[in-house]
């Protein structure tokens, strides 16, 4: 689903300065849009506003075109899954029992319940016989989260918000959590919003960030133009400096391909636009190859990437 913001204004009472002051986005449907900033910015107010758990102060939210302001909250929140720093599950309940929670409210037959907490189990490389019954104190903050995460997938919701869901993690489960949020997004293909004020996650897993500032948004744009061409200081002093080859580790194929050209590729073998480029790069090395066909999500042929043309984008 697509995610409009026009003119979007939240003030709290008794404060000066506007948490967020007047933000206008269009996030396209099946994008993975992560919200960057310091503390304060306006990232997680501006992401509440999506489910109403805050109500704007001035402009409106659409999704897919309507106004959230004409939609019934708890119809809305039914339909867009929301994962926070703390994973939020009910202590008290079993993981199985926690992964129904929506899919009750909603009134589905305990067989179709049953078999979805089983995929999405799966989908979150959790064994069932081994989880479904334990409760969330018997796991770590790793499997946790990723309960948490099929939780907020439990029916099947087309927008995913996740307010800093990894914050909390130690920075080895963090990374391969990070992998999995990228995997599921290319299986199934939901419009995220996820907030984090750590950059390095920001890069990793972006289509597009919303880098804000005192309530305002100052660049939205791909990682690699975020790392490129930072709009203002503020971004620059945001991001640091990264050397060439650690730069490639936030970009994908598609930051730097040309399209058209397959045609006379020097190698059969082909990579995708979402593949890392890191990864294509350390590839050409290791089969002594100076360029890769690229092809899209449909296996079809869409361009090439060279060695000359990852080297030259990144020196820009």
Not at 187 to 206: S, Y
Not at 219 to 229: G, M, R, V, W
Not at 290 to 295: A, C, W
Request: net charge neutral; aromatic share 6%.
């Amino acid at each position: 689903m697509s995610i409009v913001f026009k003119n979007v204004v939240k003030q709290y009472p008794n404060t000066a300065s506007r948490a967020v002051d007047d933000v206008s986005l269009d996030i396209r449907e099946g994008e993975f849009i992560v919200f960057l900033g310091p503390s304060g910015c306006g990232k997680t107010t501006l992401l509440k506003m999506v489910n109403k758990l805050y109500d704007t102060t001035a402009g409106s939210i659409e999704i897919d075109g309507a106004d959230i302001r004409d939609m019934q909250t708890e119809q809305l929140r039914r339909g867009i899954g929301y994962v926070i720093q703390q994973n939020g599950l009910f202590p008290h309940m079993t993981i199985e029992a926690n992964i129904a929670v929506v899919p009750r409210l909603l009134k589905w037959d305990e067989a179709t319940i049953d078999k979805r907490i089983d995929e999405l189990l799966e989908m979150v490389h959790l064994d069932p016989k081994t989880y479904r019954k334990r409760r969330p104190s018997q796991l770590s903050g790793g499997q946790q989260q990723r309960v948490g995460i099929a939780r907020a997938m439990a029916a099947g919701p087309k927008i995913l918000l996740m307010d800093e869901p990894f914050g909390a993690i130690d920075a080895i489960t963090r990374t391969s959590l990070q992998d999995e949020l990228h995997r599921i997004q290319r299986l199934l293909k939901k419009t995220i919003l996820f907030v984090t004020h750590d950059v390095d996650e920001a890069l990793r897993l972006a289509d597009r960030i919303i880098v804000m500032q005192a309530g305002k948004v100052v660049q939205f744009a791909s990682p690699y133009d975020i790392l490129t061409n930072p709009a203002n200081d503020f971004i620059r002093q945001l991001i640091g400096e990264r050397d060439v080859y650690r730069k490639m580790g936030f970009l994908k194929v598609s930051d730097v391909y040309t399209s058209g050209g397959w045609e006379s590729a020097s190698s059969s073998e082909s990579v995708a636009l979402k593949d890392g480029l890191k990864d294509v790069f350390n590839r050409m090395v290791e089969d002594k190859v100076r360029e890769y066909p690229v092809v899209n999500d449909s296996n079809v042929r869409v361009g090439m990437v060279t060695m000359e043309r990852i080297l030259t984008k990144l020196a820009n």
